[in-house]
C-alpha cells in the first residue's frame, strides 16, 4: 500500500474507533466515520469492504494477542506440572494476562466488551470463558492421567466459576478505571482467586 494509502487507512481506523467507542457497532455509520477521517465513504470503501470488516480490524489483534498469551501459558504450566512443579504452574494466571495484554490495550478490548453488540464479537467474553473452560477441563484430564490428585469439579461449576472470573476481571476495562486503580484491583483479585482455585482444584 503507496504511504499515502496507509495514512488514509490509519486514520480510518482511528475515526471508527471514535465512532464505536462513543456510540457502538450497531448505532455507527460509515459515513460518520468517513466524515471523522476526512474522506468520502467511497473512498473508505477502498480500504474496508464494510463497517464489521473495519471492526474487525480494530479487534483481531487483541484476540490474537490473547490467543498467544494462552497458548505460551497453557505450554509453560504443562512443563512446570511435567517436570513436578504443579504449584508453579498455578502461580501464573489470567489476571498476568490482563495485566500484560489486556490493558496495554485497553480501547480494543472496550470495543470488544461494550461495543460490539451486532458483530460476530458480541460474545467475546462468553467465548473466552468456552476456550478457558476446554483448557482447563483438558488440563484437569492429564494432570490425572500423569498420576496427580485433582479434585473432580464438575463442567457446571467450573463454567460458573470462570464465568465470574472472567466478568470481573474485564470490569476495570468496560468502566475505565485508571491505571492505577485497575492494577490495584487486578492484585486483590489474584489475592482472592488463586487460592479458591487451588482449593477447588486440590493443587
Known amino acids: 500500500m503507496p504511504k499515502d494509502g496507509r495514512i488514509t487507512h490509519e486514520r480510518i481506523l482511528a475515526a471508527a474507533k471514535e465512532e464505536f467507542l462513543d456510540k457502538g457497532f450497531e448505532d455507527s455509520s460509515i459515513r460518520a466515520i468517513a466524515k471523522k477521517a476526512g474522506v468520502t465513504s467511497a473512498a473508505l470503501y477502498r480500504h474496508f469492504g464494510s463497517k464489521h470488516d473495519i471492526f474487525a480490524a480494530l479487534v483481531e489483534p487483541g484476540l490474537e494477542a490473547?490467543?498467544?498469551?494462552?497458548?505460551?501459558?497453557?505450554?509453560?504450566?504443562?512443563?512446570?506440572?511435567?517436570?513436578?512443579?504443579?504449584?508453579?504452574?498455578?502461580?501464573?494466571?489470567?489476571?498476568?494476562?490482563?495485566?500484560?495484554?489486556?490493558?496495554?490495550?485497553?480501547?480494543?478490548?472496550?470495543?470488544?466488551?461494550?461495543?460490539?453488540?451486532?458483530?460476530?464479537?458480541?460474545?467475546?467474553?462468553?467465548?473466552?470463558?468456552?476456550?478457558?473452560?476446554?483448557?482447563?477441563?483438558?488440563?484437569?484430564?492429564?494432570?490425572?492421567?500423569?498420576g496427580f490428585k485433582v479434585n473432580d469439579i464438575g463442567e457446571g461449576a467450573l463454567h460458573m466459576m470462570m464465568s465470574a472470573y472472567t466478568t470481573a476481571l474485564f470490569e476495570p476495562i468496560a468502566h475505565d478505571y485508571p491505571e492505577e486503580d485497575t492494577m490495584r484491583y487486578y492484585r486483590t483479585m489474584k489475592r482472592f482467586f488463586l487460592p479458591g482455585w487451588r482449593d477447588l482444584l486440590g493443587i
Open 66 to 146: 490473547i490467543d498467544a498469551w494462552t497458548t505460551d501459558h497453557k505450554a509453560r504450566a504443562y512443563i512446570d506440572a511435567e517436570n513436578g512443579r504443579a504449584d508453579q504452574a498455578a502461580t501464573r494466571s489470567e489476571v498476568d494476562m490482563m495485566r500484560e495484554v489486556v490493558f496495554p490495550n485497553r480501547s480494543m478490548f472496550k470495543l470488544l466488551v461494550n461495543c460490539s453488540r451486532g458483530t460476530a464479537y458480541e460474545q467475546f467474553i462468553h467465548n473466552l470463558v468456552e476456550r478457558q473452560q476446554a483448557d482447563l477441563s483438558q488440563g484437569i484430564g492429564w494432570l490425572k492421567e500423569k
